[in-house]
T-cell receptor, first 115, second 112 residues
Framework: EAGVAQSPRYKIIEKRQSVAFWCNPI?????LYWYQQILGQGPKLLIQ????????DSQLPKDRFSAERLKGVDSTLKIQPAKLEDSAVYLC?????????????FGPGTRLTVL | GEDVEQSLFLSVREGDSSVINCTYT??????LYWYKQEPGAGLQLLTY?????DMKQDQRLTVLLNKKDKHLSLRIADTQTGDSAIYFC????????????FGAGTRLAVHP
């Protein structure tokens, strides 16, 4: 079974530029998550989709971050304009979306450096 | 709000047991997880425990849960150099849709 795919793996941009990340979840997984992991910290949830609807975006900085999940499969996360403090690894995860225990499986992440 | 705390660093000798500790605040968490992260990689699920269990064993891994003290531990028996990584404890957010709250991670260094 293929895992969660993310691209690009690395991205370097200057502040005030825009950037987009792509995620392809495990086939059949209803729930998709985007986490931000700042160096030395644990991942923090930015946004969670159930199929193609948003169920939690309470920690997404909506003035600069946006995300969508088209047709309930792939997802993109965009930052516009980027700030220095956005330098982090952006992790995508997916889970089956079942009631009870619903394990999240993570992709390799995209490492963003904002100069 | 919810918070998960871990010690930041642990060093052990190859072949010894490692014990990584974690405390959490949400007494309503249903599941508690341990993930492993190697350099440049995503998070790999190691194991999880349901909140009504005290212990779970899976090959070299033993998870102990003290719900009264909100304390979770991961014991790795016969630690090998390949176990060197960062280990994250996470609790499922009882108020959310399976949202995970992570600790800052414990870096495990295994030396000969």
């Amino acid at each position: 079974e293929a895992g969660v795919a993310q691209s690009p793996r690395y991205k370097i941009i200057e502040k005030r530029q825009s950037v987009a990340f792509w995620c392809n979840p495990i086939s059949g997984h209803a729930t998709l998550y985007w986490y931000q992991q700042i160096l030395g910290q644990g991942p923090k949830l930015l946004i969670q989709f159930q199929n193609n609807g948003v169920v939690d975006d309470s920690q997404l900085p909506k003035d600069r971050f946006s995300a969508e999940r088209l047709k309930g499969v792939d997802s993109t996360l965009k930052i516009q304009p980027a700030k220095l403090e956005d330098s982090a690894v952006y992790l995508c995860a997916s889970s089956p979306g079942t009631a009870g225990e619903d394990t999240q499986y993570f992709g390799p992440g995209t490492r963003l450096t904002v100069l | 709000g919810e918070d998960v705390e871990q010690s930041l660093f642990l060093s052990v000798r190859e072949g010894d047991s490692s014990v990584i500790n974690c405390t959490y605040t949400d007494s309503s968490s249903t599941y508690l997880y341990w993930y492993k992260q190697e350099p440049g990689a995503g998070l790999q699920l190691l194991t999880y425990i349901f909140s009504n269990m005290d212990m779970k064993q899976d090959q070299r891994l033993t998870v102990l849960l003290n719900k009264k003290d909100k304390h979770l531990s991961l014991r790795i028996a016969d630690t090998q150099t390949g176990d060197s990584a960062i280990y994250f404890c996470a609790e499922s957010d009882s108020g959310g849709y399976n949202k995970l709250i992570f600790g800052a991670g414990t870096r495990l260094a295994v030396h000969p």
